[in-house]
């Protein structure tokens, strides 16, 4: 064994000291030894035995991926000439486990990886060897032959697809962000003796290797990233070595010539595959890269304990997920058709204790850390699942307070306003904010023990959120039933204001003149002072907020009581009753003396000047009743001011609000008042002709 091979590196039997071997093999190297360390002696290697260390970028990298025992090495001697280990059948524990690397021969500047590993799978040991060296393979290589057999393709587990998987994921991950060249992933499928065509299992594979790509967990920023941003596919298959053997040769030289001559159809080799590593500084490149790999924590796989501790706890979860589904399911239905369901948190707290008592029971004895996180898993789907009723169940509890709160609140301000007004004042007993309060009270307690019912110790979820919705559903509800309590109790001083209003009116207008219009505006001012005491009191009793809404309130008051004196005024200048005031004038002078007696004409009177005296009279009451005088009041503003319009209703304009009997109106009463006169005048010198007559 030549010293330059080490105790690490046995050359094969028969090599020479020199860099040529005879038969223009070179000096392989164990670069990787079976206990994952680098070998240092890679830098003399591309120097001496391998010529490669003065040719700059003029080198390429091939690697092979795939199962033991499918002819990797076979294949790899056959095309680069190496002589790296192949496993007969007699001798199976021959090769040395490891990376091996070798040159390709004669002028082929071409470095070859050969991996050499036992098949973890079979022996059901972890795969840590197999991950590592295919990742360190699949991270420096141009081309990475992935080897296999025509019967693995489209078998996930045979193809070793699973681990390609992995590593891909991996790689993404260490490279992906300042990765340097692609790869081209060259399927060679052996024992090609089915009819099947190549295109189809080269399509098989194609679907395969995208359906990896997608199920990828991507890192960050490179989730839309596509399996041809990294990778190359290409595909060849060669016939059966053993049934073959003539034309497997000659494929393997066909193949061969794609690695060897640039000018060969099907050259593989790309300058956008380099990985624009020196040859001189490959040595460097390879041992960081190898270190990077080995410390990565994402290839640590479980050891054989833990996996068997992830398989049990799944099936134990699954088992203790059965009786507590059970439990549950049936009170699903009810919750969901808006039933409350007593005894729901009872069920869920005891089903749930039952499946976690089981559980651990069974999956404590299993690996500790596997427990705890299947553990925790296995809590939370029992608790998402109890999540989901108990808010159901509260949803529900949640309108059906909120709508009893309205309608009984609702019931409650009806009978306090009966109770109210028999007692003829609001007391504080019967105020909104006692009443609504009251309410409230009940409802909130009602929900809150709903809620407290359902809560699960532990778990990672409560129903505070709820609880917070419902009161400010009840706080909008609240605020609504106010509104409506305000509007009820202005109707209602509205409806008071006018009945006080009502009689002054009729008081002072039955017998209009000096003094009338001073007389209603008083009346007026202390029907709105009245109004608007009992507002401001019914206000406080209900709590409502903000000066800025009283003031509201107040103004809208003041607005209504005014409407109710013009409803009443109107009423009051009706045709008939204007025509019966101004006849009642006439007919107070005409016909009675100062002392109020009835007069009895005699021939001396003057009765022609008396009377047109009378009517000049009686007529000028008809302008002073058909215009609203309001300059005595107090609390109406001046209604020609600039502003006064936000007091008097919408659309107020002073001239038409004020006037009650308009000027065409007046001309006509004016007219009919004169015949009513004529009449009177005549009946009167008509009895004085009779008196003279006896
Ligand atoms: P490796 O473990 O993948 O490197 O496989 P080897 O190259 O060591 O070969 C394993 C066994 O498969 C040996 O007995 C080879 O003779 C045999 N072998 C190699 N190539 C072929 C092939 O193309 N077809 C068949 N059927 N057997 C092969
Ligand atoms: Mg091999």
């Not at 690490?8 to 038969?23: D, I, N, S």
């Not at 206000?539 to 109710?564: F, H, I, P, T, Y």
């Not at 019966?580 to 002078?589: M, N, V, W």
């Not at 009041?633 to 007091?647: Q, T, W």
Request: glycine share 8%; with cysteine.
């Amino acid at each position: 064994v030549p010293s330059a091979g080490g105790a690490r590196g046995p050359t094969v039997p028969g090599a020479g000291t020199g860099p040529l071997r005879a038969g223009g093999s070179f000096t392989r190297l164990q670069m990787v030894d079976d206990e994952q360390r680098f070998s240092d002696e890679l830098p003399a290697y591309m120097q001496h035995k391998w010529g490669l260390s003065d040719v700059g970028f003029d080198y390429n990298m091939v690697a092979v991926f795939g199962s033991q025992s499918t002819g990797k090495s076979t294949l790899l001697n056959r095309l680069f000439g190496t002589r790296f280990d192949v496993m007969d059948e007699g001798n199976r524990q021959q090769t040395t486990r490891g990376i091996w690397a070798d040159r390709g021969t004669d002028a082929m500047p071409v470095l070859i990886l050969d991996v050499e590993g036992t098949d973890g799978r079979e022996r059901g040991e972890n795969q840590d060897f197999e991950r590592k060296s295919a990742l360190f393979s699949l991270a420096i290589a141009e081309v990475l032959i992935v080897n296999m057999w025509e019967t693995m393709v489209g078998l996930y587990n045979g193809a070793n697809m699973g681990l390609l998987k992995t590593v891909m994921e991996v790689n993404l991950q260490l490279f992906g962000a300042d990765r340097e060249g692609r790869t081209l992933l060259y399927f060679v499928i052996r024992d090609h003796v089915s009819t099947t065509t190549l295109e189809s299992l080269a399509a098989t594979l194609r679907k395969d290797m995208e359906r990896i790509w997608d199920g990828l967990s991507k890192p960050a920023g490179m989730e839309d990233t596509r399996l041809s941003d990294f990778f190359d596919l290409k595909f060849t298959s060669l016939p059966h070595k053993l049934l073959q053997p003539e034309k497997f040769e000659q494929a393997a030289l066909t193949l061969r010539k794609q690695f060897t001559d640039k000018a060969a159809a099907g050259y593989v080799f790309r300058p956008g595959y380099k990985r624009g590593v020196p040859a001189d500084g490959f040595p460097h490149y390879a041992q960081a890269v190898w270190e990077k790999v080995v410390s990565n924590k994402d290839l640590d796989l479980p050891t054989q304990q833990e996996l068997l501790a992830q398989y049990r706890c799944d099936e134990i979860a699954a088992a203790a997920l059965a009786p507590f589904r059970a439990a549950i399911e049936p009170l699903r239905p009810r919750v969901r058709e808006g039933e409350i369901v007593r005894e729901l948190g009872e069920v869920a707290r005891g089903a749930r204790e039952q499946a976690l008592g089981g559980f651990d029971e069974q999956a404590a004895r299993y690996h500790a850390d596997v427990y705890k996180k299947k553990r925790a898993a296995f809590v939370q789907t029992l608790d998402g699942e109890l999540h989901s009723l108990a808010l159901n169940q509260v949803k529900n509890a949640q309108s059906q307070a909120a709508d009893r709160f309205a309608s009984e609140s609702h019931r409650a301000l009806e009978d306090a306003a009966a109770k109210a007004s028999a007692e003829g004042a609001v007391s504080a007993e019967h105020s909104f904010s006692v009443v609504v309060g009251g309410v409230r009270r009940r409802m909130t307690e009602w929900f809150g023990g709903i809620v407290k019912s359902l809560a699960i110790e532990g778990a990672g979820w409560s129903l505070e959120s709820e609880v917070k919705q419902l009161e400010s559903m009840l706080d909008a509800t609240t605020a609504k039933l106010r509104v409506a309590e305000m509007e009820r109790t202005l109707a209602q001083l509205r409806r008071n204001a006018q009945d006080a209003l009502g009689e002054v009116i009729a008081d002072r207008m039955g017998s209009p003149g000096d003094g009338m219009w001073a007389g209603v505006m008083a009346g007026f001012d202390e029907a709105v002072e009245q109004a608007e005491a009992q507002l401001r009191q019914r206000m406080e009793l209900a709590e409502v907020g903000g000066a800025e809404q009283r003031q509201q309130l107040v103004c809208k008051l003041r607005r209504s009581v005014w409407e109710a004196m013009v409803e009443s005024l109107r009423e009051e200048v009706a045709d008939q009753m204007v025509l019966l005031k101004l006849r009642g004038a006439l007919e107070d002078r005409f016909r009675y003396d100062e002392n109020g007696l009835p007069r009895v004409w005699l021939p001396s009177d003057d009765i022609d000047a008396q009377f047109a005296q009378a009517r000049t009279a009686a007529q000028a009451l008809l302008p002073l009743l058909s215009r609203i005088e309001t300059s005595a009041s107090r609390v109406l503003p001046d209604p020609s001011a600039a502003g006064a319009g936000s007091f008097f209703p919408a659309g107020f304009s002073a001239e038409r609000s004020l006037t009650l009997i308009p000027a065409g109106r007046a001309r006509e009463l004016a007219k009919r008042f004169g015949r009513e006169a004529d009449a009177l005048y005549l009946e009167a010198k008509r009895a004085m002709v009779t008196t003279q007559n006896h």
